[in-house]
């Protein structure tokens, strides 16, 4: 099997066509490498040819590194992991330079022969790092079409030269965005910045023609010629300096010290930017290779690009014949109807939009229209496509327009009783294939389900708010839910292009049941007289997004009272936040409901800015004058999230640690550097994790009790991943 293939032409251009066979889009392994290579030497060593051409045989030019490749690139070492990638990047480095000199006299920079690169569509990662390493970049004038360096984005930086070349072509502040951003542009944007050279019609051509009329001067880069300078300056140029200092404290801001590849990326520019290219090229080798090795990008390029894939492309999903979605029902056209219409419309998906009133259905559209005009001024959507998807949604009251649907989901209020009339009333409409979802985020599945003479077909798809945004779709089985409705909640998260995981029937489902113990532990330590800003800070300090009381105040305080009202009615005596409610209470009755009533845990200014921490808190529960240790706090609060991962997974609510951490890191944004729960637990090793469960367990309390399943690991040495990377539940269904 070939990657690539080289023919000549009558003018005596070499195209070296990228088309790796069975896959939709080229992706670069290490055999892809060497192909490339013999067909560049091939090239240049015939003296028939005059210039040379890379481009794809497929619709796009490439998607990046196939990320497994640079995985087991660290395992095929041996003892010496690090010194195998460093030499794997150093042979990519050798190829790309190889096509960047073109054979031209190293002291004169003449005889080179042009190499351009022509690009049809998307092309990322190491499908930008080879043309960035040609002569010229011709791409096709195709909006759709996205052009970058998006490798931040899953913990790694652009280590085949990506970095030093753009740095060197652009400046570190123009770089910047690309770089330590993932920021993809479409080819004219890409253009403008100048990423690449010419965007036409026709780049093949463009490019055939471009390099019989080259001349030599047309191959050196500027960074080859004499007295090159970096544009905006090195980092000891005045204006320079500004950059990198600026740069540095940025980026600090931003990830917070915790993710190595945006301070290793940094560290390569500034380094490289003081030496020689090849040099600089070495060091970008060693600071990637230092990427590569550390335990953060392996858990993060495992859970947000290899098993979020494995998981969109349905690896959990049940064998049944294709389910595609074709008009779906949604019903309750409020915050959470509105969004799940506008992502099926958007998926070419016919929608019936039902309220109880008229007016509420219309909104709901309206909603969508917002959302739609949003997209229009950002120059993401067209006037027609705004038609279009408006002209897929139907706003009614009317249930017989649900007749003909295959899919519905319900949306209406959090209440069991409206709930049921719904569903009695939509099944009296539809087919007998029809399957019924409900949006519910607490009301039990199988309970719901009573109301359907056909509990088979009755499922959980709970979406996460706001839906056009949150990528993650929880897909819940009832106890009685068959194949067929999973199979179909999965079709459909894939026309949406969301990413499903699929759990068991519990209360509060999976992501939810994680999220509420990092609130509530929060909470619980205001009323202990911990610092609330030494409890925000710890939280952002080990990479969660939002802090748990501005997460509280996000989600709003009402609804933090009215789910614990609701867990106390249901667990009686055994239920064991009394601590959370006497703050979280105390809050409501101040009218203090969040950041919708812009007075909460934080205080906001009137356009419901936060201004800072509510001094008012510390009236009511003294700030002690002994605070507990940072790591304490940032221990107590990923335990309460990662131990009830572990017994979710115990319980059999999750039945997949791949779930588990993509889940976490795509529905509340757990600590993305590490990979997700299990991915943690893995790095710290479980035996320190149960050691640290049973000195927070005596000083806190039973809610960090080791999980059964913990301890067992931590005793037997075995890690998550080894054990049930491929899948495996812990329990047998
Ligand atoms: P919402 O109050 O914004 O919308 C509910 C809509 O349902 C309203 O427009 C209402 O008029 C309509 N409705 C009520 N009874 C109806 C009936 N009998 N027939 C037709 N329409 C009826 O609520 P929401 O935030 O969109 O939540 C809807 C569901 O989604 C709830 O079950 C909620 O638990 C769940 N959910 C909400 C979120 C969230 O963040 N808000 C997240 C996940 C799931």
């Not at 036409?200 to 390099?211: G, I």
């Not at 409890?535 to 969660?544: C, F, Q, S």
Request: aromatic share 6%.
């Amino acid at each position: 099997m070939t990657d690539f293939t080289l023919a000549r032409d009558a003018d005596g251009v070499a195209v070296i066509t990228w088309d790796v066979p069975k896959r939709s889009m080229n992706v670069m392994s290490m055999q892809g490498f060497e192909e490339l290579d013999a067909l560049i030497d091939e090239a240049l060593a015939d003296e028939a040819v005059k210039g040379i051409v890379i481009t794809s045989g497929k619709k796009d030019f490439a998607g990046g590194m196939d990320l497994g490749v640079i995985a087991g690139m660290k395992q095929s070492g041996g003892d010496e992991p690090a010194r195998a990638v460093f030499e794997g990047v150093m042979r990519m480095h050798g190829v790309l330079r190889k096509i960047e000199r073109a054979g031209m006299d190293p002291k004169t920079n003449k005889g080179g022969k042009p190499i351009a690169a022509a690009l049809p569509g998307t092309a990322l990662g190491i499908g930008l790092e080879i043309p960035l390493a040609c002569h010229r970049i011709f791409a096709a004038d195709n909006p759709k079409a996205k052009i970058g360096l998006p490798e931040i984005m899953v913990g790694i930086f652009p280590g085949a030269g990506g970095t030093t070349r753009l740095v060197r072509k652009l400046g570190a502040m123009g770089a910047s965005p690309l770089l330590l951003e993932g920021k993809m542009n479409d080819p004219k944007k890409a253009k403008a910045l100048g990423v690449i050279d010419e965007v036409v019609e026709d780049p093949l051509a463009a490019a055939k023609a471009w390099v019989l009329q080259a001349k030599d001067a047309d191959l050196v880069k500027p960074w080859d010629a004499k007295g090159y300078k970096m544009p905006g300056g090195a980092p000891y140029h005045p204006a320079g300096f500004m950059t990198f200092v600026g740069a540095s404290a940025m980026v600090h801001g931003k990830t917070q010290g915790v993710y190595p590849a945006a301070k290793a990326l940094l560290s390569a520019v500034y380094e490289g930017a003081l030496v020689p290219f090849d040099a600089a090229l070495r060091i970008e080798a060693r600071w990637f290779t230092k990427v590569l090795m550390d335990p953060s990008s392996t858990a993060m390029i495992r859970s947000l690009f290899l098993n979020k894939e494995a998981l969109e492309k349905g690896a959990n999903r049940p064998e049944a014949p294709d389910q595609t979605v074709r008009k779906v029902g949604v019903i309750g056209a409020g915050m959470m109807g509105a969004g799940i219409a506008y992502v099926s419309a958007n998926a070419g998906i016919d929608v019936v939009l039902i309220d109880a009133a008229q007016d509420a259905a219309d909104r709901g559209k309206a909603h969508c229209e917002g959302l739609l005009d949003k997209g229009i001024s950002r120059r993401k959507v067209t006037t027609e496509k705004k038609e279009e998807v408006l002209s897929r949604i139907t706003a009614t009251t009317d249930y017989a327009a649900l007749s003909g649907c295959d899919l519905i989901v319900e949306a209406v209020f959090e209440d069991i009783g409206v709930k049921a009339e719904v569903t009695r009333n939509v099944l009296a409409h539809v087919g007998p294939d029809c399957i019924f979802a409900t949006n519910t985020s607490t009301l039990p599945i199988t309970e719901l389900a009573k109301a359907s003479d056909a509990p088979d077909r009755f499922i959980g798809i709970h979406f996460f708010s706001p839906v056009d945004k949150m990528m993650l779709v929880e897909i819940i089985k009832g106890e009685r839910t068959g194949d067929v409705a999973v199979a179909k909640a999965l079709d459909f998260t894939r026309q949406i292009r969301k990413t499903p995981i699929v759990v068991n029937d519990a209360r509060f489902f999976y992501a939810n049941r994680c999220i509420i113990p990092y609130i509530n532990e929060g909470i619980r330590m205001v009323a202990e007289g911990v610092e609330p800003a030494l409890i925000e800070n710890a939280a952002r300090l080990v990479g969660m997004p939002l802090g748990p009381l501005q997460l509280v105040d996000e989600t709003s305080i009402d609804l933090g009272v009215k789910i614990a009202k609701a867990t106390k009615a249901a667990m009686g005596d055994a239920y064991p936040d009394e601590a959370v409610d006497e703050v979280l209470f105390w809050m409501a009755d101040q009218g203090r409901m969040g950041r919708k009533s812009k007075s909460g845990f934080y205080a906001y200014d009137e356009k419901g800015q936060r201004s800072g921490l509510w001094d008012g808190l510390s009236e009511r529960y003294t700030v002690s004058d002994e605070q507990p240790d940072l790591v304490e706090v940032q221990q107590r609060l990923l335990f309460a999230q990662v131990l009830e991962a572990v017994r979710a997974f115990e319980d059999g609510v999750l039945t997949d640690i791949r779930e588990g951490d993509v889940a976490a890191i795509l529905g509340w944004g757990f600590a993305p550097w590490s990979g997700g729960p299990f991915s943690w637990l893995d790095m710290i090793g479980a035996g320190f994790a149960a050691e640290r469960c049973d000195a927070l367990a005596a000083a806190h309390g039973d809610r960090f009790a080791c999980p059964a399943l913990l301890r067992e690991m931590a005793q037997s040495g075995a890690a998550f991943y080894d054990r049930y990377g491929d899948g495996r539940a812990a329990r047998a269904a």
